[in-house]
Each structure stands twice: as structure tokens, then as C-alpha cells.
């Protein structure tokens, strides 16, 4: 069990891990019935991957490739 909220790890690793090229977005989600942190990437390549933890403050965190994203005109 994590020692931290996880809105707190978001908080402190969001800025560092959107400074690795190709990571568009950073998100809280569930992986069996456990709270993970989503890292969205343009394109999941081999060295990004390298660079992205497995885990944050013991979140475990996955890696989506999403492309970009781009907002809606509503």
C-alpha cells in the first residue's frame, strides 16, 4: 500500500514526466481494481519506454500510446 495519495505523486511527478518527448498526458486510472498512473505517449517506442518509471511512490505506472491529442471546438 502506498504511503502517499496518489493526487499527491500526480502532483509531484506530472511536470517532470511531460518533459520526456513524446508524453502528451499523465492520468489516474485502475488496473485491477488498483490505482495506477497512465502515462499517454504519441508513440510507444523502446527508449521512451526506458525513460518512464515502472513505479511512482509505489503506483505502478502504465504507458498508453495515444497519439496526439488535440482539442474538440465545442
Known amino acids: 500500500m502506498p504511503d502517499k495519495t496518489i493526487e ?3 502532483k ?4 517532470k514526466l511531460m518533459l520526456l518527448p513524446g508524453v502528451v498526458g499523465i492520468a489516474q486510472g ?3 481494481n488498483k490505482l495506477v498512473i497512465k502515462v499517454y505517449v504519441t508513440r510507444k517506442t523502446h527508449e521512451l519506454l526506458q525513460q518512464v518509471p515502472a513505479n511512482l511512490e509505489g ?6 500510446e495515444s497519439g496526439k491529442f ?5
Open 8 to 10: 499527491w505523486v500526480l
Open 12 to 15: 509531484k511527478y506530472t511536470k
Open 30 to 32: 485502475e488496473f485491477e
Open 59 to 64: 503506483y505502478m505506472v502504465i504507458v498508453e
Open 70 to 74: 488535440q482539442a474538440l471546438g465545442i
